[in-house]
């Protein structure tokens, strides 16, 4: 039997190369616009199809809302 | 009729006939008829002939004894992803590698192919790294549902909340819900943007500048095109061992 392990997201959380942060920062300064952008589309998406007007202003708030937290979610993470 | 290169002339030459009743099968009316097949398209089947002929090639050399120059570049690269995987996503990393090398390594070359005289980047034009972006965002998901089953739809429900009581989790769950799918949609963009912006602005300036001044000036810009092609071919292969780490985590 293979001895237990500790967690791998722990030990990934432990050691992160520069590069590895790098990929992840890189990734927070296009998912607040990337959030707003899909919020807005999917909610003028839904507006076209349910002839309302107002589903695309929620959409645009609940991809901000996303794309603000992941980027807090990814702070926490990497400040633990 | 649209500016082609040599090899998608080529390509339209001998295919435009039945790419062309394909397309109408499938409801779709392309804009030229006699030239069916864009630049970014025959420039992706270039890039896949000459991947699958290298591998091929590497496939009958491999030796244990005396590995070969080739034997040892795709080694290396291969070393590289494997630490990579093994450092974000665990010791259980390995059933995932193949993806990401090879994620990398087509990136990297659809990148690099636009220095030579003759051919463009397809990852220049939007819809290539949409097409890496969505082969990504499906393999994550699936990988996801492999690895946890069912439980993997928890994931789209926010992070667990231990201690809080299951009619306080419902409403947040709800509330959750659109949120993730929209931070997974994010994804998909940010991915797309981000590789199609960097290898577009690299082409855009090493054109401006290879018609301003043609002598030596460009160079400077092919070097850093070089740089930015590497990196940005190497950000998407993190990124996508990221998100595969996300999706195979234990969370739930």
């Given at each position: 039997m293979a001895p237990p392990t500790p967690p791998d997201d722990q030990n990934a959380e432990k050691k992160q190369n520069p590069w590895v942060q790098v990929g992840r920062y890189s990734q927070l300064a296009l998912m607040l616009p990337a959030g707003t952008v899909v919020g807005w589309l999917a909610g003028s998406a839904l507006d076209r199809w349910l002839h309302?007007?107002?589903?695309?202003?929620?959409?645009?708030?609940?991809?901000?809302?996303?794309?603000m937290i992941e980027l807090i979610r990814t702070v926490l993470r990497d400040t633990k | 009729m649209p500016e082609q290169l040599w090899f998608t002339e080529i390509l339209n030459h001998l295919f435009a006939g039945p790419v062309t009743a394909f397309l109408h099968v499938l409801r779709i009316t392309p804009k030229h008829p006699e030239a069916p097949i864009p630049n970014?398209?025959?420039?992706?089947?270039?890039?896949?002939?000459?991947?699958?002929?290298?591998?091929l090639l590497l496939r009958s050399r491999l030796s244990v004894e005396s590995p070969g120059g080739l034997q040892h570049s795709f080694e290396a690269v291969e070393g590289?992803?494997?630490g990579q995987s093994r450092e974000i996503i665990g010791h259980h990393s390995e059933p995932y590698t193949p993806f990401f090398t090879i994620v990398f390594i087509f990136i990297l070359v659809c990148n690099l192919i636009g220095l030579i005289p003759g051919f463009e980047s397809p990852t220049g034009v939007p819809v290539v790294p949409l097409g890496c972006a969505i082969c990504a965002f499906l393999y994550y998901h699936t990988q996801g549902f492999k690895h946890a089953g069912p439980k993997y739809l928890l994931h789209f429900?926010?992070?667990?909340m231990e201690g809080?009581?299951?009619?306080?989790?419902?409403?947040?769950?709800?509330?959750?819900?659109?949120?993730?799918?929209?931070?997974h949609f994010a994804r998909l963009l940010s991915l797309t943007v981000r590789l199609w912006a960097n290898i577009f602005a690299g082409d855009l300036i090493?054109?401006?500048?290879?018609?301003?001044?043609?002598?030596?000036?460009?160079?400077i810009f092919m070097g850093l095109h070089i740089v930015v092609a590497i990196l940005q071919a190497y950000v998407f292969m993190l990124l996508s061992i990221i998100y595969v780490s996300g999706a195979v985590a234990e969370e739930h």
């Open positions: 309302t007007s107002w589903i695309s202003i929620v959409g645009l708030f609940l991809g901000i809302t996303a794309g | 970014s398209f025959a420039m992706e089947l270039l890039v896949f002939g000459f991947l699958l002929t290298l591998f590289f992803v494997v429900f926010g992070p667990p809080m009581s299951i009619w306080a989790r419902i409403p947040l769950a709800i509330l959750m819900l659109p949120i993730e799918l929209v931070s090493t054109l401006v500048f290879f018609s301003m001044i043609p002598i030596a000036i460009p160079i």
